[in-house]
């Protein structure tokens, strides 16, 4: 019989204000002054994006962009759908795409094209999460928090199938079998 997958702890909320902040330093150095247009992508980002944010203290603005999700898979089908678009220009602007998770690359990828065709001055990519191991399209990442293990994460804003959004640490689920 197959129980709940069992989060266990991979980095707590102490490590991850560490990493924030840093991430938080490390972009306003950059774009102090420059009043740029966070883009925080849905869902899977809302929590890492509200904690960003409130550590960058100078004039910028936040949208959300709305991509498919996995639903109960643990891997993506690869097939990318846009559920909600941007609805400002962006056309010579400073853009910091937000993102929880890079994975195979396949959704920056599409998604970094699409806001590419708007002509920001500049687009870059902060992501919490990387899993290189996985990687099939290269993604440049220019803030980074963590390298994960090729592992199924959750919690701190990241889901499987909408369940465990709201755990204050990232986790990573393993399904545990028993007879
Ligand atoms: P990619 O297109 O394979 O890079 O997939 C990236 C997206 O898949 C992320 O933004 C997440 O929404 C989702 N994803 C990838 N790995 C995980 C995971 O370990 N946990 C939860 N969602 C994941
Ligand atoms: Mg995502």
């Known amino acids: 019989m197959t129980q709940e997958?069992?989060?266990?702890?991979?980095?707590?909320?102490?490590?991850?204000?560490?990493?924030v902040k840093r991430l938080a330093k490390a972009i306003t150095a950059d774009y102090l002054g420059k009043h740029p247009v966070i883009i925080s992508i849905l869902k899977g980002s809302f929590v890492f994006t509200a904690d960003l944010i409130r550590l960058l203290d100078f004039p910028l603005e936040v949208e959300f962009i709305r991509l498919s999700s996995y639903g109960k898979e643990k891997e993506?089908?690869?097939?990318?759908?846009?559920?909600?678009?941007?609805?400002i220009p962006i056309k010579g602007r400073e853009v910091l795409v937000v993102e929880d998770?890079?994975?195979?690359?396949?959704?920056?990828?599409?998604?970094?094209?699409?806001?590419?065709?708007?002509?920001?001055?500049?687009?870059?990519?902060?992501?919490?999460?990387?899993?290189?191991?996985?990687?099939?399209?290269?993604?440049?990442?220019d803030y980074l928090g963590f390298t994960v293990p090729n592992k199924?994460?959750?919690?701190?804003?990241?889901?499987?199938?909408?369940?465990?959004?709201?755990?204050?640490?990232?986790?990573?689920?393993e399904e545990e079998l028993s007879e």
């Not at 997958?5 to 990493?19: G, H, Y």
């Not at 919490?128 to 996985?134: A, E, F, I, N, V």
């Not at 199924?152 to 689920?173: A, Q, S, T």
Request: charge should be positive; charged fraction near 25%.
């Open 5 to 19: 997958p069992q989060p266990k702890v991979l980095f707590s909320r102490k490590e991850i204000n560490v990493a």
């Open 76 to 87: 993506s089908s690869g097939k990318i759908d846009l559920i909600q678009g941007l609805h």
């Open 101 to 141: 998770i890079v994975d195979t690359g396949r959704t920056l990828t599409y998604l970094l094209d699409y806001l590419r065709h708007m002509e920001p001055a500049t687009l870059r990519l902060c992501a919490l999460t990387d899993k290189p191991s996985r990687r099939q399209v290269p993604v440049k990442i």
């Open 152 to 173: 199924f994460i959750v919690g701190y804003g990241i889901d499987w199938d909408e369940k465990y959004r709201h755990l204050p640490n990232i986790c990573v689920i």
